[in-house]
Each structure stands twice: as structure tokens, then as C-alpha cells.
């Protein structure tokens, strides 16, 4: 779901995303590279994202993915999904300190 | 450099769990490009070489585990389906051949050549499975031009039926070989691209025009036109689409009128003799009346009544065996066979046709949209024939069931090709813009940015 909530605002290759998760997130999620790569081609293989090959940077060649409607749709009900786990947690957990304070 | 090494053992080590050779390449420089970029970061951070290089291949990880989830999706696949529907048609059409041989066959060496075919095409198919059919992207323009020369020599040789003649289908697998990697070649390439693509489709087919090639023409046209309507469609060519795409439709309609008016004669007459086969039973029309009388008689089972009153249905149709085998088999068997192959190569075309849309690498997506279309434009015209509505022009009769040698060959290379095509569909993708599902091929709307 965060790799796809990364591509939304453009292509991105494998390092740059490693850097920005951890970047926006304040350093909570430091995604080890052994991780992501396995995560991104398995999303490649489920149509979720497409990679290509950008311009070579200093004779870099660099493998950019972005997303596709199918993971746009994908995303967008996995946020769904996040939405209502998060907010039954918070409501229990709201529930709770309520009852703590008495 | 020490890291040079470091990272090449690692990849090596990475790659040694991923069993598909050819996503090797790609995985290293994706992995090679991420481990510098690390590296880098690193020594910017004031470590030194060592601790960097120690420090990045730890961020990597366990090269096994790491290995082992790319294998799991780095597979090769294969289309059993269609694998399974060939064998099945391979194995008919010898059954068929079995039926029909005589011993004016065996004396002539027919059968050994038949055999011959056989065993070419099936070491053709799977030769062509374990191929890298990338090397085909990379050889565009040749193989375009050695298109053109068969495609002459066939021409030059002048009749109809010989076996340098019936090169053509092989002509028209390497022009269109050739164009899906010139096309690839013309994307983004707006206008300039579009008339690019469109006089390497064109060519072709005035040679097949000029020196009349029927089945030929028509497959290489349904595919050209099928692959250009596509790219225009995906925005190969740019976003404005329209200009395009009357200009296509323009194109069509005049090159199609041309194509009718060079074949009215030819057409009047065959007209006549399909239409008016009954006034001339035994002259003009012969042929079609039997094949009339053959199937109206025909049960679902069994011979067809029609041969009650003769020995064999070679007196009727001597040549039955070389222009109608589906009507062969349903006079002879019922109609159940006739039901059957049908059915099973509609089936057949139309996984081909689905699994195409599905392939990620342009290239391979142009060309097995154009090998597929081939299929297609075949089975009708051995549909039609058989059924005694259209007269036999030189065709290559059904998918692999049809005795002839030339056609189970090129045949085999279509089927070939695409599960080459398809095996490496995981690994191989080139800026391709896929289409997650069917659906959505029709109804795609680009997601604005």
C-alpha cells in the first residue's frame, strides 16, 4: 500500500523510494532494499505497477515504476480498508481511556 | 574496484537462485545500479570503502532469500492450453493423412515428405519456444528485407501451387517479424512515426496486390491494419488521434476498393459458379454442387448418405484430400468431427488472441497480434472453403490438420513464436503501456496526472 501511495505523485526508481518512505514517514519505516525489490517486481507481476527504463544517470541505468489504473483501484481500496480498521482501533482504544479516567 | 567484485559476487550469488536464465541481465542491473547508489551514500556519510560496501550488502540482505523471492516471480509460463489444442490437431491431421493414403501416395514419396513437415514443424515449434525471440527486435529491418525476397522468389515462380510458391506465408511471418519491431521502433515518433509505420505496412501489400495472393494479402492486411488501429489507439503516434485514424480508415476503403476492382473478373466468375452451381452440375459448378450434396446429406454421425451410391468419395471429389478436408470428415464421419475442429480451433484462435493482449514487451505484443490475426484470417478462409462458399484459392486449409507440408511448418512457427513470447512475458517488458485486464482495453481512459 505505501509503495503504491509513493508512486502516486510520480515514477520512482527502487533507491529513491527506500529514501522517500523514509523521509515522509519521519524515519518509522526504513525499508530494507533485500525487501522492496521482491515487493516491487511481485507488484509488477499483478499489474499493479509497470517499470521502464528512464535515462541513464552518470552512465547509471535506472528502472523507473509508476502506477497503473489497475493499482490506482488497488490503492484506493486498500485505504478504504486501512480507514475502517484504524478508525474501529481508534474508537476501542478512545472507549478505553474514557473508561481509564474513571 | 574492490566493490566491483564485492557486488558481482553477491549478485552472482542472488542469480544462482533465480532459475530463469534470461531475467538474469535485467535483475543485475537494476540490483547493480540500487547497490552503487547505497554505496555512494555511504561514503558521502564518511564511511569507509570496506564499511560502506560491508554496510550496503547488509541493507541488501541475505542474498539466498533475496534470490529465492525473485525466482518466485521471474517464472517462465507456459500456455497449456494451446500446447494441449495443437498436439490434439497435430495428432487429427495425421489420422487424417492415415485415412486418405493410398498406395499412388506412398509410391510417389508423399508420405515421407508429409512425415518430413511433420517432424520439421514440430522441431521448428519447440526449437522456437526455448528461442529468445528478442534477437527478433533487434534485427528489424533485415528481417523485413529478406520478407521482400522470398516474397519475390515465391512471386517469380509463378505457379500457384509449388512449393517455392507457397513461401509466402513465410515472407509474410518475416514481414510482420519486421514491421512489430519497426513499429516499436516509431513510437513517440508523432507524425514521422506514424508515416514510417505506414509505408513498411504498405509495401507488402502491393507486392501481394500486384502479383494476386489472396489468403496472403488478406492476413497481412487484417494484421497491419489490427496493429496500426491499436498503436493509434495507445497513443503510440501522440494523443491526437483523429487524423490519424481517418487517414487509416481512408486508406482502407481505397485500399480495399483497388483490391475489389483488380479481382472483379476473377470474383464474377466464381460468384457464378458458387451461386449457379446448380445450372452447371457438371461443368463450372461441379465441385461446389458436391460438396453441397456431401453435406446435406451428412448425418451427425456416420458416412454421409450422399456416398451410398458411390464407391469412394474420391470418385466424386478426387482431389477432396488436398482442398476439403473438413468436408471429407463430415461426409465420412458426421458432422460431429466437423463440430469438433471447429470448435476447437475457434477456441484455439481466440486464447492465442486473449494471451496476446496480455503480453507486457511491445514488441512481442505486435507481432503476436499480427501471428494471431494470420490465424484467424486462415481459419475462416478454410471454414468458407470447406464449405463450398468461396472457391479454393491457395491456402494453408485448417490450422495443422490440412496436409499441406508448407503450411504445418508456418503454422508451427505461429504457435512457436507466441509461447516463446509468452514464456518470457514475466521478464521482458519493454515501455509498454499493458492493459491489466480485457476490459479495459476497450474501455481505457488515461488516468490524467
Known sequence: MLILGLLTDGDKYGYQMIEELDKRSNHTFQLKAGTLYPLLHSLEQQGYIEAYDGEPEKNRPRRYYKITPKGYRHLEEMKKEWNTVSSAINSVLGGMKHAEQY | ?449
Not at chain 2, 60 to 83: C, R, S, Y
Not at chain 2, 279 to 296: F, M, R, S
Not at chain 2, 297 to 310: E, I, P, V, W
Request: glycine share 8%; with cysteine.
Open chain 2, 1 to 449: 574496484m574492490q566493490n566491483n567484485i564485492e557486488f558481482s559476487n553477491y549478485l552472482d550469488i542472488v542469480c544462482s537462485q533465480i532459475h530463469f536464465q534470461r531475467a538474469h541481465n535485467g535483475l543485475r542491473k537494476e540490483l547493480r545500479a540500487h547497490l552503487e547508489d547505497q554505496f555512494r551514500q555511504y561514503l558521502d556519510e564518511g564511511e569507509t570503502e570496506d564499511s560502506a560496501i560491508k554496510l550496503t550488502i547488509e541493507q541488501m540482505g541475505d542474498p539466498i532469500a533475496l534470490g529465492n523471492q525473485l525466482n518466485d516471480t521471474h517464472k517462465p509460463q507456459t500456455e497449456w492450453l494451446l500446447v494441449v489444442l495443437t498436439g490434439l490437431f497435430i495428432v487429427l491431421g495425421c489420422f487424417v493423412f492415415y485415412m486418405i493414403q493410398d498406395n499412388v501416395m506412398l509410391e510417389n514419396g508423399y508420405v515421407l515428405k508429409y512425415i518430413m513437415y511433420i517432424l520439421t514443424g514440430i522441431l521448428v515449434g519447440i526449437g522456437l519456444y526455448f528461442f529468445d525471440y528478442t534477437l527478433l527486435n533487434r534485427h528489424s529491418y533485415f528481417l523485413y528485407f529478406c520478407g521482400l525476397i522470398i516474397m519475390l522468389l515465391a512471386i517469380n515462380s509463378g505457379d500457384k501451387g509449388s512449393t517455392i510458391s507457397r513461401l509466402d506465408l513465410f515472407a509474410a511471418i518475416l514481414f510482420v517479424t519486421g514491421f512489430s519491431g519497426i513499429l516499436e521502433k516509431s513510437r513517440n515518433n508523432q507524425k514521422s512515426g506514424f508515416f514510417k509505420a505506414y509505408i513498411f505496412a504498405l509495401v507488402p501489400l502491393i507486392f501481394c496486390l500486384l502479383y494476386p495472393r489472396t489468403v496472403i494479402t488478406l492476413c497481412l492486411f487484417a494484421a497491419f491494419i489490427t496493429l496500426l488501429f491499436i498503436s493509434i489507439r495507445r497513443d503510440y503516434f501522440g494523443s491526437n488521434k483523429k487524423p490519424m485514424l481517418i487517414y487509416t480508415v481512408v486508406n482502407v476503403f481505397l485500399f480495399v476498393g483497388y483490391a475489389v476492382w483488380l479481382a472483379t473478373p476473377k470474383l464474377v466468375y466464381h460468384f457464378n459458379k458458387v451461386i449457379f452451381s446448380m445450372t452447371e452440375p457438371d461443368g463450372a459448378g461441379y465441385v461446389y454442387t458436391q460438396i453441397h450434396n456431401l453435406l446435406t446429406h451428412s448425418k451427425l454421425f456416420g458416412q454421409s448418405t450422399y456416398l451410398a451410391n458411390f464407391k469412394s468419395i474420391f470418385e466424386i471429389l478426387p482431389e477432396i484430400k488436398n482442398d476439403h478436408i473438413l468436408t471429407y470428415l463430415i461426409a465420412s464421419f458426421g458432422w460431429i468431427t466437423g463440430i469438433f475442429i471447429l470448435c476447437s480451433s475457434l477456441i484455439l484462435i481466440t486464447r492465442y488472441l486473449l494471451i496476446a493482449l496480455k503480453i507486457k514487451s511491445g514488441f512481442g505484443f505486435n507481432l503476436s497480434v499480427c501471428l494471431g490475426v494470420f490465424l484467424f484470417v486462415e481459419f475462416i478462409i478454410a471454414a468458407l472453403e470447406n464449405f463450398g462458399l468461396i472457391p479454393v484459392v491457395a491456402t494453408f486449409g485448417f490450422p495443422f490438420i490440412s496436409i499441406g507440408g508448407i503450411g504445418f511448418v508456418g503454422n508451427s512457427i505461429i504457435i512457436g513464436l507466441l509461447l516463446s513470447i509468452w514464456r518470457a512475458n514475466q521478464i521482458i517488458k519493454d515501455n509498454m503501456t499493458s492493459y491489466s485486464d480485457h476490459f479495459e482495453f476497450f474501455t481505457k481512459k488515461a488516468i490524467k496526472k
